[in-house]
């Protein structure tokens, strides 16, 4: 992942109150288009479908950027819906509440992969359940690996039945739309889905 970290810097010092994102080099409209890695062609897609994007190399720089995300929306003593125990554990200690209630100021979550392709987040039931996008708050905060980058849906869902050889999850759906702003085209895994303001905390793990 040499090339993330020529492209993104860690996006938080501890000097900066408000969250910044890092800057792609200028390219043309069809700059998607062109041989990129998979990992700039994430990137750049997110970052256009109008998610924040934070890259951290370390768990220490991903609580720092998590603490920047709660102080930049004064998210601080508030309800965070969250199904992972293990987030939950690892973001303790920052005033949060953490209930199972879709009523909440923002979800903490997990993912399955993270699409390269369209710039999608790849989720199922073991992150949403059964619920509905619509059902989630409008704010969203996803962890996610540098590992967890995929060409295309089709290799996430691969990874999802090859992981899940006793039981495959069900409620299998993407999230790509981020900007409020912009009506996107969307393809056959995102129909349903509503617009959502969506952080994510990519760990370097490569």
């Not at 390219?27 to 062609?41: N, R």
């Not at 303790?92 to 209930?99: A, I, K, Y």
């Not at 060409?151 to 993407?174: A, F, M, V, W, Y």
Request: glycine share 2%; charged share 25%; hydrophobic share 35%.
């Amino acid at each position: 992942m040499s090339l993330l970290k020529r492209l993104l810097n860690p996006i938080y010092k501890k000097t900066e109150a408000k969250t910044k994102t890092s800057e792609l080099p200028e390219h043309s409209t069809y700059y998607p288009e062109q041989k990129l890695p998979v990992d700039e062609k994430f990137t750049f897609n997110f970052k256009n479908n109008g998610g924040k994007f934070l890259y951290c190399e370390n768990w220490e720089e991903i609580k720092e950027a998590f603490d920047n995300v709660l102080l930049e929306n004064d998210w601080y003593e508030q309800d965070v819906f969250c199904f992972n125990e293990m987030l939950s554990e690892k973001f303790d200690g920052f005033n949060l509440n953490f209930v199972k209630n879709t009523n909440s100021t923002f979800f903490l979550t997990t993912c399955e992969s993270l699409v390269a392709k369209n710039g999608s987040i790849l989720l199922s039931s073991n992150q949403i359940k059964e619920k509905k996008l619509s059902e989630f708050p409008f704010n969203i905060v996803v962890f996610a690996t540098t590992s967890q980058i995929v060409e295309t849906i089709s290799e996430g869902l691969r990874i999802i039945k090859n992981q899940s050889l006793k039981h495959i999850p069900s409620n299998i759906t993407t999230i790509q739309d981020f900007d409020t702003e912009k009506e996107k085209e969307k393809d056959f895994m995102s129909y349903g889905s509503s617009t959502k303001n969506l952080y994510l905390l990519l760990l370097e793990d490569l």
